[in-house]
Structures are given as structure tokens and as C-alpha cells.
């Protein structure tokens, strides 16, 4: 083989071919990345809202929790303060004094409608099956499992 042969088979690609496919490649790299970004960006920002509407919802009022030993009721009454949030499903859980805790489904336990509406309120009279007092009273939406109502029975 002569030099000129061997110069004709070792040549590569133009350069300007080389420039086309390394921006070609440049811009498909970017174009992934922003649509990834903007799914994520997205995903977030719905999680947030959803936060925000949970915050403050759910409380209890003070006023009305009432603990009667003959009967080992607890009566209270629970309000969804916000205007564009259904509280679903509310579970309760009372703490006692000898830090047993027991769980109950005010929907089932209770008579309560699954769903408080919009600025709702909801009668309780949750039976504990326990003469002793609970000493604290927690309340959280399967909707909304970030944000609990806490209050210690008077």
C-alpha cells in the first residue's frame, strides 16, 4: 500500500458533519432533561397545593370534649375549617395515661359520615371501653395523614 492508499482509507468525517451530530446529540440531551424537569416541577407543585389545602383543616373544639366514665364515652365535636377540602375517613386515637393506645374508625365506630364537608362539623361520641380517662385525643383524615388534630382531654 502507498501513502496515498493509506491516507484515503484513515480519513474520518468532516468536521462539519462531526458539529451537526454533536449538536443533534446536545439538544436531544436537553430536551430529555427539560421534560423530565417539568414533570417533576409538576408532581411537586400539585403535592404542595394539596399540603396547603390539608393545613389547618381538621381540629377539634374545645369547648365540647367531654369524657363520661359511666357510659366510657368521649364526646367531642370535630370541624373542617377550610372551605375547598373534604376530610375523609377520620380516624381517631386516644393515648391513656399508661400509654396504651387504641385506634378506632369514626366512620364505623361512630356513625360518621365518611366525608366532612367544606367548613362541617361532626358530632362524636366515641365509646372507649374504659372507665379511666384518655389523656390525649388525636384525630387524622386518610386524606390528609400530614396534618393532625391533637388535644389533651380536660
Same mark, same amino acid.
Given at each position: ?9 484513515? +480519513? ?9 451530530? #454533536? ?8 430536551g430529555? #432533561? ?15 397545593l ?11 373544639? #374545645?369547648?365540647?370534649? +367531654? ?12 370541624r373542617?375549617s377550610k ?6 375517613s377520620? *380516624?381517631?386515637? #386516644? ?11 369514626l ?6 359520615s365518611?366525608?366532612? *364537608? ?17 389523656? *390525649? ?10 396534618y *393532625? ?6
Amino acid at each position: 500500500m502507498n501513502n496515498r492508499t493509506k491516507s484515503r482509507l484513515m +480519513k474520518g468525517i468532516s468536521p462539519l458533519i462531526a458539529s451537526v451530530v #454533536l449538536i443533534a446529540v446536545t439538544l436531544a440531551i436537553a430536551g430529555i #432533561l427539560t421534560t423530565w424537569s417539568v414533570q417533576f416541577v409538576g408532581q411537586k407543585g400539585s403535592n404542595i397545593l394539596k399540603q396547603s389545602d390539608c393545613l389547618g383543616a381538621l381540629s377539634v373544639d #374545645l369547648d365540647y370534649i +367531654k369524657f363520661n366514665p359511666q357510659t366510657q364515652k368521649l364526646a367531642f365535636i370535630i370541624r373542617n375549617s377550610k372551605n375547598n377540602i373534604e376530610l375523609d375517613s377520620i *380516624k381517631a386515637f #386516644l393515648t391513656y395515661e399508661d400509654a396504651t393506645i387504641k385506634d378506632f374508625d369514626l366512620t364505623t365506630c361512630c356513625n360518621v359520615s365518611a366525608t366532612i *364537608k367544606p367548613l362541617g362539623v361532626a358530632s362524636v361520641a366515641l365509646p372507649t371501653g374504659r372507665v379511666d380517662k384518655p389523656a *390525649k385525643l388525636e384525630l387524622v383524615a386518610t386524606n390528609c395523614p400530614d396534618y *393532625k388534630a391533637q388535644v389533651f382531654v380536660p
